[in-house]
T-cell receptor, first 112, second 110 residues
């Protein structure tokens, strides 16, 4: 059953803590993405990766970090430097950049 | 449920009627467009796409129209059903990535 999985679905974090969100895909896609979704706004790109061991900053990369050690996995770390981390985080993948993206189910992060 | 789309424009339609959802884009160089459907608490779902060399593309119960002159995209849903209730948003490409609209909430009335 091919697709993109994100875990956990809900995540709570105390201020000052780093937290890592998981994203895995078995679609054999080269490109992967992380977006942040806030009420009333379009998706905003945090980071993207065109290929293994490569990633690029998106529009709102400050306070976030990523790694792409395997084709299937693209974890996102929300660091304590992110000023307003409470949001819905979406991971996506596409065969290559510039092609239609398919999304995971999302992780809702709440900072307490 | 999720608070995503809390302040979005809403389109309310009667079950069985046709729905038309509109989207404007700003990048004249965009040549690829996608419509997504997002249900509460879930990730966006790919509905249909269209390239700039086409004006119209049809899928199952959905049609996308592209007007490049005025940079406008629309999604038509035929015979709207309760399961169509969701937030719908468009995306257009810029370079390697996409710009996503904030979306329209479609509410299907019984």
């Amino acid at each position: 059953d091919g697709g993109i999985t994100q875990s956990p679905k809900y995540l709570f974090r105390k201020e000052g803590q780093n937290v890592t969100l998981s994203c895995e895909q078995n679609l054999n896609h080269d490109a992967m993405y992380w977006y942040r979704q806030d009420p009333g706004q379009g998706l905003r790109l945090i980071y993207y990766s065109q290929i293994v061991n490569d990633f690029q900053k998106g529009d709102i990369a400050e306070g976030y970090s990523v790694s792409r050690e395997k084709k299937e996995s693209f974890p996102l770390t929300v660091t304590s430097a992110q000023k307003n981390p409470t949001a819905f985080y979406l991971c996506a993948s596409s065969p290559q950049t510039g092609q239609g993206q398919f999304f995971g189910p999302g992780t809702r992060l709440t900072v307490l | 449920g999720e608070s995503v789309g809390l302040h979005l424009p809403t389109l309310s339609v009667q079950e069985g009627d046709n729905s038309i959802i509109n989207c404007a884009y700003s990048n004249s160089a965009s040549d690829y467009f996608i419509w997504y459907k997002q249900e509460s608490g879930k990730g966006p779902q790919f509905i249909i796409d269209i390239r700039s060399n086409m004006d119209k593309r049809q899928g199952q119960r959905v049609t996308v129209l592209l007007n490049k002159t005025v940079k406008h995209l629309s999604l038509q849903i035929a015979a709207t059903q309760p399961g169509d209730s969701a937030v719908y948003f468009c995306a257009d490409n810029y370079g390697q990535n996409f710009v996503f609209g904030p979306g329209t909430r479609l509410s299907v009335l019984p």
